[in-house]
């Protein structure tokens, strides 16, 4: 008898509040969707001047949710976000660059995804030339690119060239391309003077106008760790260049 009772308490309490042993009716129009953004590797824009980005194209929700951007990490760059169109500034005369991460928020609790993106500042007289980072497996076959900040056209710029160095113990050497670059036209020569040493130099009629790559090495991963592949005495007609940033390579 004292049996009966407890399950009749029990079916009574549990018909009274509602339990059940599962929230979730199998509706998948019951289950959030975490939002997405996707963004390129970098935004640039030129000293004294505004740049304006509509982040609709960056960021996606499955669920058609309201999203809500942030940004932080940023410093000297001034971003205002109204919606989802982002407006990046700088202080007078400022160049440089800093990495800052955006934040979508489809308004559902712990629903945020967030990206990290490189903005520039750049003085187009005087580029930002970039071997980007990257962290690769060991034994992995890759390219590194080796990348510049907005040209100016008043440069005409119809000739570069530089050195680049690694380190043997832990890179092995392929081949450049200048498929997919802003010099894609252009007539280039690369050797290794030396084990760990690259010497590259293009030439071309038309001038360089943009940004963006200018050319790609491949390489094979030999060892874990992490080592730097530099980039020396970038000229642009001759003229050297002095914002010049290194790759750091981690392999994993």
């Known amino acids: 008898m004292k049996k009966i009772t407890v399950i009749i308490f029990i079916g009574i309490f549990l018909l009274l509040t509602g339990c059940s042993e599962s929230t979730n009716t199998g509706n998948p129009n019951d289950v959030n969707h975490l939002p997405s953004i996707e963004l390129p590797g970098h935004f640039s824009f030129i000293l004294n001047e505004t740049l304006t980005e509509d982040f609709s194209v960056y960021v996606n929700d499955e669920d058609n949710d309201v999203l809500t951007l942030t940004v932080i990490g940023n410093t000297q760059i001034v971003i205002t976000i109204t919606g989802l169109i982002v407006e990046?500034?700088?202080?007078?005369?400022?160049?440089?660059?800093?990495?800052?991460?955006?934040?979508?928020?489809?308004?559902?609790?712990?629903?945020?995804?967030?990206?990290?993106?490189?903005?520039?500042?750049?003085?187009?007289?005087?580029?930002?030339?970039?071997?980007?980072?990257?962290?690769?497996?060991?034994?992995?076959?890759?390219?590194?690119?080796?990348?510049?900040?907005?040209?100016?056209?008043?440069?005409?710029?119809?000739?570069?060239?530089?050195?680049?160095?690694?380190?043997?113990?832990?890179?092995?050497?392929?081949?450049?391309?200048?498929?997919?670059?802003?010099?894609?036209?252009?007539?280039?020569?690369?050797?290794?003077?030396?084990?760990?040493?690259?010497?590259?130099?293009?030439?071309?009629?038309?001038?360089?106008?943009?940004?963006?790559?200018?050319?790609?090495?491949?390489?094979?991963?030999?060892?874990?760790?992490?080592?730097?592949?530099?980039?020396d005495n970038f000229q642009y007609n001759g003229n050297i260049m002095s914002n010049l940033t290194d790759s750091v390579v981690v392999i994993e």
């Open 88 to 231: 990046m500034s700088a202080p007078d005369d400022w160049t440089g660059t800093e990495t800052v991460t955006f934040i979508v928020d489809d308004g559902n609790n712990s629903s945020t995804v967030s990206d990290v993106v490189l903005v520039n500042v750049v003085d187009p007289i005087n580029p930002v030339i970039t071997l980007e980072s990257i962290t690769v497996n060991n034994g992995a076959y890759f390219d590194i690119a080796l990348t510049t900040t907005l040209i100016d056209s008043s440069l005409s710029v119809c000739s570069y060239s530089c050195t680049i160095s690694y380190d043997i113990n832990y890179l092995d050497y392929n081949s450049a391309s200048l498929y997919n670059t802003l010099a894609g036209n252009m007539m280039y020569a690369v050797n290794e003077p030396e084990p760990g040493v690259i010497m590259i130099a293009m030439a071309n009629v038309e001038p360089i106008i943009g940004e963006g790559p200018l050319a790609f090495f491949n390489f094979t991963a030999l060892s874990v760790g992490e080592t730097i592949i530099g980039i």
